[in-house]
């Protein structure tokens, strides 16, 4: 009984240990979806501009506390020596005494032209702002990455690419050394096949190399520490068509509406208006609801009657005074800073307004670009489709034909090499126009993604 009880022991400890390995082999492979997602919790633009955010939301906080009264409390405990002024009395005192004060003072703003509302909608713009250049960041950060992602892709299958004419160039030169030996090839054209092969490595070599660079590029830009295992997982791409009842200015249309640089630079045009609103708030007069309070002691104090001193408590009781009231204060001449600052303020609501029609006139240049960038590459994914498709109809006739004798070493090597240069250029073809097109498809608000 205990046997076979150690026995389901040993078996479900195997079971979680396979279950670990296969979570840690999945968690090795990264889909773009899984870039753009840890991206998005790591990068540290990212976490730069989330910051900036929540530092808006604070001072939007601020502006609301700076609705209520101000409160301060004060004391001093002062050492006098030689001759002094009963603070309590008022009268002359011609010996070392001490004093103690007590103050507390409150002071509400109950009119100052509007300057606090202004400043509350002005930070609340900010942080509109603030929240909307994050977003642009992490749009930004999320085409770099399915840049780098498809980068790698292109790179990976162009090495399995040059492996299989590494493949193809060694069995050519493994055939040729059965002909050379049968006497049925001549030793120049062996030497040829060599050649070839060499080539071949040579070219298979750079794009192992290149597969990995790439995979590196994608890995640091993802800021995963060097021990992490990384491999992306190749998606199933279907055949890719053209993209139909898409204009480019359609694509801005709804751009205008989507993209957060817009967005931002519209928000912080009204936060400019806003602050010119507290500059011309400065012209106002400020009224203000004032309460202190204040007690005292001074050591030396005596009843005038009995000329005993007067305790603390007895001290604090007949000094105490409380004070309510209302203060009003125009201001009239400072220097024309207000003037100035009035006319800067208009002139950076310009300057933003200037900057939202630059905004625009970069989005427009991006998409038409990118729009001319989808129609010119899928042009050119046909292209160089059909030109692999001949390729290797090509490159099979004069493989039949050299084995009969009807082609020689140099056009069956040079079918090959048009077949590898066709099939490259139709995968980098096909990889431009999957990178352009994903890129006009995020200015018409779609999500980026290759399932």
Not at 9 to 37: D, Y
Not at 230 to 259: R, W
């Amino acid at each position: 009984m205990a046997t076979n009880f150690q026995s389901v022991l040993r078996f479900i400890g195997f079971l979680a240990l396979l279950l670990i390995s296969l979570s840690t082999f999945a968690q090795s492979e990264w889909t773009l979806k899984s870039c753009l997602e840890h991206a998005a919790s790591n990068n540290i633009q990212i976490k730069q501009a989330e910051i900036q955010a929540k530092i808006a939301k604070n001072n939007v906080l601020q502006s609301i506390l700076n609705f209520g009264p101000s409160a301060n409390l004060n004391s001093g405990y002062n050492f006098n020596f030689g001759n002094s002024i009963d603070p309590t009395t008022f009268t002359f005192v011609r010996e070392n005494s001490q004093s103690l004060t007590l103050s507390f003072n409150s002071n509400l703003t109950l009119f100052n032209g509007l300057q606090k509302i202004n400043t509350y909608n002005r930070n609340k713009a900010e942080l509109e702002a603030a929240k909307y250049d994050a977003e642009n960041t992490l749009n930004n950060t999320a085409l770099q990455i399915t840049n780098l992602y498809l980068q790698t892709l292109l790179n990976e299958e162009l090495r399995e690419v040059a492996k299989k004419q590494m493949d193809i160039s060694e069995n050519q030169l493994s055939r040729a050394k059965t002909q050379a030996k049968a006497g049925t090839l001549a030793e120049a054209s062996l030497h040829e096949f060599e050649a070839q092969l060499a080539r071949d490595n040579a070219s298979f070599t750079q794009a192992k190399y290149n597969a990995l660079y790439s995979l590196l590029q994608l890995k640091l830009s993802l800021q995963l520490p060097d021990t992490t295992s990384f491999e992306i997982k190749a998606p199933e791409l279907s055949k890719t068509a053209m993209l139909t009842n898409t204009t480019s200015q359609t694509v801005f249309n709804t751009a205008l509406y989507n993209q957060p640089s817009i967005k931002s630079a519209q928000a912080r045009i009204a936060s400019a208006r806003f602050t010119r609103k507290i500059a011309l708030g400065a012209f106002s007069p400020t009224l203000s609801f004032v309460f202190n309070m204040s007690d005292n002691y001074f050591n030396k104090a005596v009843n005038f009657v009995t000329r005993e001193p007067i305790t603390l408590a007895t001290q604090f009781k007949n000094n105490f005074s409380k004070v309510a009231g209302f203060s009003f204060s125009l201001p009239i001449f400072t220097g024309g800073s207000r003037l100035v600052n009035t006319q800067n303020t208009k002139l950076q609501e310009q300057s933003r307004m200037l900057e939202l029609d630059n905004q625009k006139n970069q989005l427009r240049q991006t998409i038409e670009q990118a729009y001319n960038n989808v129609k010119a590459s899928f042009e050119t994914l046909l292209a160089n489709e059909k030109a692999k498709v001949a390729a290797r109809r090509s490159f099979e006739s004069y493989e039949k034909r050299y084995e009969v004798g009807l082609a020689n070493t140099f056009e069956l090597q040079q079918s090959s090499t048009n077949l590898f240069r066709a099939e490259s250029q139709y995968l980098q073809a096909k990889y431009t126009y999957l990178l352009n097109q994903k890129v006009l498809e995020f200015y018409e608000g779609k999500p980026l993604s290759l399932e």
